[in-house]
């Protein structure tokens, strides 16, 4: 009966049929964030003492708001990824993870929008 117990407990709080999608998209998106993330910090460092408008003007271009927006993507699935792992490894009541992955998840949709809407903005009103 004790094994049966054990094996009722895991299938309650998760198994590992999704944990090699989640290990394969934390590894994938990593690799992403390393070339975008490169970009995006030497494209700040450049735009730092620009105006405003230069600033616009430099992000309705084309590939500059393309590898933005990947960047924000890979950026924020790379994110929830790793706080959903983080959580599972520490939160041990099931309607506290629920709450707490809602949490993440619903923060990271709403920034993650709002990024891509300011982009968007930003590319398609030049």
Do not use: C
């Not at 407990?9 to 990593?30: C, H, I, K």
């Not at 992403?32 to 995006?40: C, K, S, V």
């Not at 890979?74 to 792992?85: C, D, I, K, N, W």
């Not at 506290?96 to 590319?123: E, M, P, T």
């Amino acid at each position: 009966m004790r094994d049966g117990n054990v094996l009722r407990r895991v299938r309650q709080l998760g198994s590992a049929r999704d944990g090699l999608r989640e290990w394969q998209l934390q590894r994938t998106t990593a690799l992403a964030l390393i070339p975008l993330g490169l970009y995006f910090v030497a494209s700040m460092l450049r735009l730092a003492r620009s105006d405003q408008s230069t600033a616009a003007q430099w992000l309705s271009a084309p590939v500059p708001a393309l590898l933005t927006l990947l960047f924000v993507a890979a950026l924020f699935a790379h994110a929830v990824v790793g706080l959903r792992s983080i959580l599972l490894d520490y939160v041990h009541t099931r309607a506290r993870l629920v709450a707490a992955q809602l949490v993440v998840r619903g923060a990271a949709i709403l920034l993650a929008g709002a990024s891509v809407l300011a982009v968007l903005k930003l590319f398609l009103a030049r």
